[in-house]
């Protein structure tokens, strides 16, 4: 059988790609992990011959599939990777069965063009997010990484799972140490996915595991333009006439201080929050430290649970709820914030995990409307969830995420 005759074998079996959790390269038959063509050539033979001449050969279907995604997309090599916990991972074969603890991760997968029928398995918070994940409500539930259903997830026979990097890590820490007892070869993946530091750098190096490089830099340059847009917008105020903003958490006077998630991103938006010195980073306000902190901007989040709005329900009328009963509070009248109109409220979908970006645009909107007159929130938004998540949920008549609108 001549070279091209291989070659065309080859691209046939790419169709189907498959892998498992193993620690070398099917075919290589002198353990160099490298998979050279005549390596190649002579296990695709080998396949042949057992499976349809009656040969003895070793190499089944799922190594011959691998060994060719191995040979055409990896240069014949192995991967490597380092997560996000610094921890150096080699991959010999394609993934293709995928469980996920982390909302973010797979919401990242989707984004690289995964495909989502790889995943076997995914977290319970995940399978509560019927709206926004249709395609994961049949697969199975292996609880949360505080109460993993470590039996269920077993037996999936997952080649990689994805964990958090840097929150829950004790929890992360020990689901870890437990599937690399019980599954030798597992590949466990440690990512964030939600802070506007990392999440670029993560983009791209999930997008590489999964070997979807080109959609992976088209979104990672996508969030880029976004974030980017927002930094230079507001690189040049000076601290002392930056928009002074109370950002209050879903409990009534909690906050948000210098080390949170939320306070970065109002820092990035160009706000000043009169409350990051204070001690831990989601603090209890006195009620009226809020009215002499006097703030221009008072910025609400909604969304505890999946009571009000978001993915799973339009609900403008429950955020203005919301809004009312802040305007309503005792002494608030006197706060600049409430006198111009100048109080919002954003539902946490946007605001935290992946879709980060999308809130801290609507952020930057509120603080400095004339700055980013040409900024459009809704139409970023609307652009992620068709193009990248591939998602058929209509903004104009589905779903609620701020208000006022």
Known sequence: MNRRIILILLLLLLAVPASAAEGS????????????????TAAALSYLDAAYMGGAGEIDRDDILDAAWVYARWDGKPLLVTDSSGRDLTLYRPLRRVVTFSGEA???????????????????????????????????????????DMERVV?????????????????????????????????????????????????????????????????????????????EG???????????????????????????????????????????????????IDPEAVIVADPQVIVKLAGQGLAVGGYARRDTEALAEIRSALLERPGWSRISAVKDGRVYVIHSDILGGAQHFIGTAYLAKWFYPDRFADLDPHAIHQRYLSEFQGIDFDLASMGSFVYPE
Not at 127 to 132: A, L, V, Y
Not at 213 to 225: D, K, L, T, V
Not at 242 to 253: A, I, K, L, P
Request: hydrophobic residues 35%; negative net charge.
């Open 155 to 231: 037996s999936l026979r997952p080649d990689a799972v994805f964990l958090y990097a840097s929150i829950s890590t004790s929890a992360c820490d020990d689901i870890q140490r437990r599937l690399e007892a019980s599954c030798p070869g597992i590949r466990v993946f440690r990512f964030d996915c939600f802070k506007p530091a990392t999440y670029p750098e993560e983009i791209r190096k999930i997008a590489a595991i999964v070997d979807e490089p080109w959609q992976g830099e088209e979104f990672a340059s996508f969030y880029e333009s976004t974030m980017d847009r927002i930094r």
């Open 106 to 148: 797979l919401e990242t997968l989707r984004s690289v063009g995964f495909d989502m029928e790889k995943v076997v398995a995914v977290d319970k918070y995940t399978h509560e997010k019927s709206t926004f994940f249709p395609e994961c409500q049949d697969k199975p539930n292996v609880g949360s990484i505080w109460s993993p």
């Open 25 to 40: 390269i099917p075919g290589d038959a002198d353990g160099d992990d490298v998979l050279t063509f005549s390596e190649y």
């Open 234 to 284: 507001t690189a040049d105020i000076p601290v002392d006439e930056r928009v002074r903003v109370y950002f209050e958490y879903w409990t009534d006077y909690k906050t948000v201080a210098a080390g949170s998630g939320y306070n970065e991103k109002i820092e990035i938006a160009g706000g000043l929050n009169p409350f990051a010195g204070e001690s831990g980073e989601y603090p209890i």
